[in-house]
């Protein structure tokens, strides 16, 4: 029996065009292409090593951040768990899910993100 260990790693982002939900229903869109083993986002996520043969070893959460007075300044957070490591789920959500949600929605849907300047 192999274990796997899961890595959650979290992105904030500042709000842009699209919001929370809007981005969590389009990214779980994307995610239900995994579910087609000869899909071009399969085939991306398999390069990376991850294994989608369980569709579970992929979880990507959306939420915003703790309101203020201006909704516009509020974040967007983006929780990504994956059988792996935290370097594979930044580099899942940077390689593979961001192109295909910013082709879906638009290069404005999260503005830069907030935790870039700490890396």
Do not use: C
């Not at 083993?37 to 939420?63: C, F, N, Q």
């Amino acid at each position: 029996m192999t274990v796997t260990a899961s890595a959650t790693v979290e992105l904030r982002y500042r709000r842009g065009s699209a919001s929370a939900d809007a981005i969590s229903a389009e990214v779980q869109e994307i995610l239900a292409d995994l579910d087609n083993p000869d899909s071009e986002l399969t085939k991306s996520v398999r390069d990376l090593g991850i294994d989608v043969a369980d569709r579970s070893a992929v979880t990507i959460r959306v939420r915003e951040g703790g309101q203020g007075f201006e909704p516009f300044l509020t974040p967007i957070i983006v929780g990504i768990t994956v059988n792996a490591s935290t370097a594979i789920g930044a580099k899942l959500w940077n390689a593979v899910i961001w192109p295909h949600l910013r082709h879906r929605l638009g290069p404005r849907a999260l503005l830069d993100r907030e935790d870039e300047a700490e890396e």
